[in-house]
T-cell receptor
């Protein structure tokens, strides 16, 4: 979606941290999401953050939100080969919480 | 295990054909969506529905229509298929969390090729 932007590719060595970045334009976004798509599969929700939070941690995943700059990032610690996938940033807005707007997706390739 | 099931994984259709893509969810969700996914463009919303017999246009509805006669089923219709509709089509369903936010559950996708 044109309102959510991500870089298209990221290559990372196994065991390193991955950082995937996303910018969005709508300041009324209430929730921001990260979805993962493995090859041949649909998307699956990884984590989400409410817009009044700065950070959320869930095991190897850390989400950082800079609301002033409208910047969202997903950090994956100790990246594994199973983390190779396409990662989508998405936002939902106010009264239309159920309607998601997705970025183009970042293809993460984990190399040995 | 929650499920969104799309009727076909792969379809090949001819230009001008009428094409039906079917989607069924077993989670009693109010909301259902059809997206298309193209490299470098991500997911673009075609149509969505927040209730039976209700539908709303998404960002790219031209050349498509939808039908939601039952809560669990949401169909995407290509009235006259064209080669620029060759794409991966993803169906999703969702409901709202009680404390706000939503989780969309996706089907595995239908790869449609129009020749």
């Amino acid at each position: 979606g044109e309102d959510v932007e991500q870089s298209l590719f990221l290559s990372v060595r196994e065991g390193d941290s991955s950082v995937i970045n996303c910018t969005y334009t709508d300041s009324s976004s209430t929730y921001l999401y990260w979805y993962k798509q493995e090859p041949g599969a649909g998307l699956q929700l990884l984590t989400y953050i409410f817009s009044n939070m700065d950070m959320k941690q869930d095991q190897r995943l850390t989400v950082l939100l800079n609301k002033k700059d409208k910047h969202l990032s997903l950090r994956i610690a100790d990246t594994q080969t199973g983390d190779s996938a396409i990662y989508f940033c998405a936002e939902s807005m106010g009264s239309n919480d159920y309607k998601l707007s997705f970025g183009a997706g970042t293809t993460v390739t984990v190399r040995a | 295990d929650v499920k969104v099931t799309q009727s076909s994984r792969y379809l090949v259709k001819r230009t001008g054909e009428k094409v039906f893509l079917e989607c069924v969810q077993d989670m009693d969700h109010e909301n259902m969506f059809w997206y298309r996914q193209d490299p470098g463009l991500g997911l673009r919303l075609i149509y969505f529905s927040y209730d039976v017999k209700m539908k709303e246009k998404g960002d790219i509805p031209e050349g498509y229509s939808v039908s939601r006669e039952k809560k669990e089923r949401f169909s995407l219709i290509l009235e006259s298929a064209s080669t620029n509709q060759t794409s991966m089509y993803l169906c999703a369903s969702s409901s709202l969390y009680t404390n706000g936010g939503t989780e969309a559950f996706f089907g595995q996708g239908t790869r449609l090729t129009v020749v």
